[in-house]
C-alpha cells in the first residue's frame, strides 16, 4: 500500500516536474542547509508553497537527503586516486569476495561497478604516495578476486552535480 503510495507520488511529481523544481534543486544543491525562506526568495515562491514542493521532492525520492562536503586535505589526505580493478572472477563469487574485502576500507570513498576494460572503479584518498603503495599492494592485490589494477592520480576535481538541471 505504501509502496504505490510512494509510486503515485513519484508518477505525479515526474509529471509536474517544472523550472521552479529544477530551480529549487540546483539552490539546495548548492547549499542544502539553505533556509526555506532564502530557497523560496531565490525561486519566485512564497515560503508555505517552497517548503511544499520541497517535502514533495523528498517523498517522491528525486532529494535522497542532505549531507555535509568534507575538505579531504583539512584530514590529512592530500592524494585522490582512481583505481580500476580487473577481477580474476567474474560470477557472483568473485564480485562478492572483492565487495567484502573492500567494504570497511577508510581509504575508498567511492566504488563503480562499471561496463568496460575493467570491472570496479575506486576513488581513494590516502595521506602520501606511500600510504598509496601500502593500499595497493596490500590492501587490493591481496584480494584473491583481483586480477589486476591500474592507477590514475588525480590532479584536479571539478564537480558538476547534475549540470543538466541549470
Known amino acids: ?5 510512494a509510486s503515485r507520488r513519484q508518477d505525479s511529481l515526474r509529471q509536474r516536474f517544472d523550472a521552479i523544481d ?11 542547509r539553505m533556509p526555506n525562506l532564502d530557497v523560496a526568495e531565490k525561486v519566485g515562491l512564497s515560503p508555505t508553497p517552497c517548503s511544499r514542493r520541497i517535502r514533495q521532492l523528498e517523498e517522491a525520492g528525486v532529494i535522497e537527503g542532505y549531507s555535509a562536503r568534507i575538505n579531504p586535505a583539512a584530514l590529512g589526505l592530500n592524494l585522490c586516486v582512481m583505481v580500476s580493478v580487473k577481477l580474476a572472477r567474474h560470477g557472483p563469487d568473485g ?7 573492500i567494504r570497511d576500507r577508510p581509504e575508498i570513498t567511492e566504488c563503480l561497478l562499471v561496463a568496460g576494460a575493467s570491472d570496479y572503479l ?8 606511500d600510504a598509496l603503495r601500502e593500499f595497493i599492494t596490500n590492501a587490493l592485490q591481496g584480494i584473491p578476486a583481483v586480477a589486476e589494477t591500474s592507477t590514475m592520480l588525480v590532479l584536479d576535481q571539478t564537480s558538476y552535480p547534475l549540470a543538466g538541471l541549470r
Do not use: S, T, Y
Open 122 to 129: 575506486l576513488r581513494v584518498w590516502v595521506e602520501d604516495i
Open 95 to 101: 564480485h562478492e569476495q572483492f565487495l567484502q574485502a
Open 22 to 32: 529544477r530551480r529549487i534543486l540546483i539552490h539546495l544543491i548548492d547549499d542544502g
Open 1 to 5: 500500500m505504501r509502496q504505490r503510495k
